[in-house]
């Protein structure tokens, strides 16, 4: 049933319209909304836009191959899973069954710190699962969380830095989403009005595994999900700074980077505080509306910190996506809400279709465009054909 389901997805943007029939409001308006007047998050796709391919032609494309190296470890394709939090409300299981995916496709996945199965569960399911966190200005409760991690072998650690505060989420507000939910008669008419939701998942979760919990947030287990007066801990995050880094870097042993990067001089103090790569990201503009889409900051950073890993995130739907955020300097590329659409329409099979789609769309696309690697990906593929970019001051 929902391999028939995966397989009617052609593309990445199929699967938002099936996980919309599928989630009840409140739960779809959380991956797909953004913030304030979703300005950047039109700009993520915008950017991509103003860049056109100039292709080689009579190149042998026949040994053409996806597949990427990042920190010493080869990978099928150049993308990855994003960390999304709360992927267990929107999918059965959901940081499973995104880290098994990746696991059988070879490419990396990003544990969200707030999500709602336990970080040892998952490595289990994917031990090359990298690990994000979110940490408080409170080096007791940051030394105990990087501890756990580090105890449950990842490799690899992200601290997510744009932050500091909550955003203004006012879709979330309209449609009646909070962390925790609230139990409300409109959520219970929500739950009725999407049974495939409601009964495949939300309360499937809630018979085998009791309710779930805010589980990675720190070293201790947070929040339920489902609460009247609980409130969620989002302590003091505001505190957060460069010597929290420090901290961190002299404490986990892993590959470490910082995610929602988008300054060259940020990246350049990344390097010189030993992180070993940055993600270049504007959490999918769900942080400060009005940020630039990261496509056109990735040149300037890029420049910036030659010695280390650029990453990129942020609206990333096509094959021709990736190929340019490559171009344009990245090492690697990662995608959010298709990953988790595709696991709420139609769970690991979902997951599958997606990360095959994508990866197929890369392979047909270097072959059009004359390439047989990655390597030469470079800016002169491209033409800038509107708009503004770093790359242009
Ligand atoms: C539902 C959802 C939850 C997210 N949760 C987190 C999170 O817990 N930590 C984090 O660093 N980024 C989080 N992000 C941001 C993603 O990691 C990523 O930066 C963004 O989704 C990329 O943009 P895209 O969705 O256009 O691909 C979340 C994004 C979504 C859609």
Partial sequence: ???????????????????????????????????????????????????????????????R????????????????????????LAAYRGDIVLA???????IPMILSGSSLIRMEEVIAANPDAWFQAYLPGDAKRVEALVDRVAAAGFGTLLLTVDTAVLPNRENNVRNGFSTPLRPSLRLLWEGITHPRWSIGSFLRTWAKFGMPH????????????????????????DHLNWEHLA?????????????????????RRAAAEGCEGVIVSNHGGRQLDGTASPLRVLPAIRAAAPGIAVLYDGGVRRGTDVLKALALGADFVFVGRPMLHAAAAAGRAGVDRAIALLKGEIERNMALLGVNSLAELRPDCLLRVGGYSSTTT
Avoid at 253 to 266: A, S
């Fill in 1 to 63: 049933m929902s391999e028939r389901l995966a397989q009617r997805a052609l593309c990445l943007d199929d699967f938002e319209a099936m996980s919309r029939r599928r989630l009840p409001r409140p739960v779809f308006g959380y991956v797909a909304g953004a913030t304030e007047r979703n300005a950047s998050l039109r700009d993520n796709e915008a950017a991509f836009a103003e860049w056109a391919f100039q292709p080689r032609v009579l190149v042998d494309v026949s040994r």
């Fill in 100 to 106: 098994q995916a990746a696991r059988a496709a070879e």
């Fill in 65 to 88: 191959s996806p597949a990427a190296t990042l920190f010493g470890r080869a990978w099928a394709a150049p993308f990855g899973i994003a960390p999304m939090g709360m992927s267990a």
């Fill in 214 to 237: 805010f589980e990675n947030s720190f070293a201790e287990r947070g929040a339920p999900i489902l609460a009247r007066n609980v409130l969620r801990d989002f302590t003091a995050r």
């Fill in 247 to 267: 901290l961190i870097r002299r404490r986990w042993p892993g590959v470490l980077m910082i995610k929602g990067v988008m300054h060259p001089e940020d990246a």
